[in-house]
């Protein structure tokens, strides 16, 4: 297993950690507001975790594809995790109106969450090449 994989594996394991503590507290927060909202959110939890897998398995394969295949892949899996995303979002707010500011909420959070780790790691992936 290459770093760069090895790297890919620990950060996606870091963010699911984030992911289950952020769904176990927005759930308890929702169960206060409503039952409606739970649902909405737990689906867009669902949704933004999904979205998380694609974004990591396409880093996980780049891994191992030369630079310049590697650009065309990641270009045709962003624009395939966005259409999934959006088009998966826009059921989810539809089926769920009453909970679609939660369904939202879920995403967004774990989209963040994503974005938070990858800083992390990468801060400390720079730390360690810097000190070996």
Known sequence: MSVTTRFVSVMSKKALLA?????LLGAA?????????IIGFA????????????YFSAAGKTASLPPDKAAAYVVSRFYARF?????TLA????????????VLTGFTFIFLITIT????????????SCTE
């Open 19 to 23: 992911d289950a503590i952020f769904g």
């Open 29 to 37: 927060a929702c169960a206060l507001i409503g039952k409606a909202m």
């Open 43 to 54: 689906v867009g939890l669902i949704i933004g975790v999904f979205n998380q897998y694609l």
């Open 83 to 87: 259409f999934i995303s959006t088009i």
């Open 91 to 102: 059921a989810a707010m539809w089926k769920f109106s009453s909970g679609a500011w939660a």
């Open 117 to 128: 780790t990858a800083a992390i790691a990468f801060k400390e992936g720079i730390g360690k």
